[in-house]
């Protein structure tokens, strides 16, 4: 028996949020930014959901991201602290690891992670996209990402900020995990 994937476990969370929110695939994708058939897919199970789609659907239904990632409930309001080391695990992407840095608060306005990307061959990429903005702040190691057609490497205290309605996909490189700051608007 197979171990469900993070996305096939959240994909139930949204369909019914959405539904009791009474709003249809077509209500959702116009509230998201999202197609119809995207909607549909992150509803199934079928395909992995970009931290920004939850992010947005959970604005659209006025509940905090935390309720689809994890089916808990933030509860924070005035402030949250992580301890290092801290963080609500979201394996939602095979690629990379993330851990969420404000789960606790209620009502963000973000999504910060620590993301962790293995090192791999170029041919490896993965590209991905979705609506909104990216700022990334190297901690450890190097990491090469691709936006587009253009590639860029970043090292420990460069920042790059993007659209991520561009195609991007990132790797490690040195043979070395990168790991970095990704706060998701």
Do not use: W
């Not at 991905?128 to 901690?139: A, D, N, T």
């Not at 990402?145 to 090292?155: F, Y």
């Amino acid at each position: 028996m197979s171990e469900k994937k993070p996305y096939e476990e959240i994909a139930p969370r949204l369909r019914g949020l959405r539904d009791a929110c009474g709003f249809s695939v077509e209500d959702m994708a116009g509230r998201t930014g999202a197609s119809a058939e995207e909607v549909s897919r992150f509803e199934s199970g079928a395909s992995e959901i970009p931290v920004s789609y939850l992010f947005k659907a959970a604005q659209a239904c006025g509940v905090d991201t935390t309720v689809l990632i994890s089916g808990g409930d933030a509860h924070l309001k005035a402030y949250t602290l992580i301890r290092m080391g801290e963080g609500l695990a979201v394996d939602r992407r095979k690629d990379y690891t993330y851990k969420s840095l404000a789960y606790r608060f209620t009502g963000r306005k973000m999504e910060p992670f620590i993301v962790t990307v293995p090192p791999k061959p170029e041919d490896g990429l993965t590209f991905s996209h979705h609506p909104g903005q990216e700022f990334i702040h190297m901690l450890e190691g190097r990491l090469e990402i691709h936006i587009g057609k253009t590639s860029v490497i970043l090292q420990a205290g460069d920042s790059l900020y993007f659209d991520s309605n561009f195609p991007h996909a990132l790797r490690g490189l040195d043979d070395k995990p990168a790991v970095f700051l990704d706060v998701i608007i």
